[in-house]
């Protein structure tokens, strides 16, 4: 099973960007999926699919929907819910009161988990989680866990505040699940550790890159960087990862 991870396009409708064009860097990213070996057996888009200056997904849909795979999108603290819905839901069978879903790809399970609280901030609430434990309850397949913000700390000041709320009982539900690996985004580069016993991992962002600050000492801010996507693959209950760089 191959799944193909996009997260963090920020496509905006105005045509600015203070870095590249996420539209052009969107289209390269999904040319080189589909000039792919081994086509994935999905996409999943891990959030911020538009950027706040934007007023729909209008301006997005005409391209995704020409996507060389099965596309599955998550929204993040940028996107809006009820347009969300409205541009996605027909295809999806997204929660009525939450944008989580549960998708079979292949073996495996792909769930994939609406990490944005009603405040923007990153997190689940108790219904979410409920909801999350009762799915894995039900499957012996193997579980790729996929949300917007990563719940494991950075140790990057700027994406640590103000903390993923529920992390702690989500660790205590991954434990006691088939989930062999966590993939979130939000991060704008690639970060990777071992969290609740499993690997977890943001993606680069097809967008603009974000500054690293270890000490929180120098505000984050937009700054180029190449833009990038990741490839998961499962074979023999265990899943490789490659970063695929667009420079």
């Not at 193909?4 to 496509?11: N, V």
Request: overall charge negative.
């Amino acid at each position: 099973m191959l799944i193909a991870q996009l997260s963090d396009l920020h496509l905006r409708d105005d045509g600015a960007d203070p870095c590249h064009d996420p539209v052009e860097a969107t289209r390269r990213a999904l040319e080189a999926i589909a000039a792919m070996e081994r086509l994935p057996d999905a996409i999943v888009i891990t959030g911020d699919i538009i950027d706040r200056t934007a007023k729909g997904y209008a301006h997005v849909l005409p391209f995704l929907k020409d996507a060389p795979a099965p596309l599955f999108a998550l929204p993040g603290n940028h996107d809006q819910s009820a347009e969300f819905r409205l541009a996605f839901g027909a295809g999806m069978a997204y929660h009525p009161e939450h944008l989580s879903f549960v998708q079979p790809v292949g073996e495996a399970l792909l769930i994939g988990l609406d990490s944005t609280m009603p405040d923007g901030s990153g997190g689940l609430d108790s219904p979410r989680l409920a909801w999350l434990a009762s799915v894995l309850a039900q499957t012996r397949r193997p579980v790729i866990l996929a949300m917007h913000h990563p719940p494991f700390p950075t140790l990057t000041a700027h994406l640590d505040r103000p903390g993923f709320a529920g992390a702690a009982e989500l660790a205590e539900i991954v434990t006691k699940a088939p989930v062999c690996r966590i993939i979130a985004g939000h991060s704008h580069r690639a970060i990777q550790t071992c969290w609740a016993g499993v690997l977890a991992s943001t993606a680069p962002a097809i967008g603009h890159a974000l500054s690293l600050s270890l000490t929180g000492q120098t505000p984050h801010r937009p700054m180029p960087g190449p833009p990038g996507f990741d490839l998961h693959l499962l074979q023999e209950d265990r899943v490789v990862s490659h970063l695929v760089s667009l420079a």
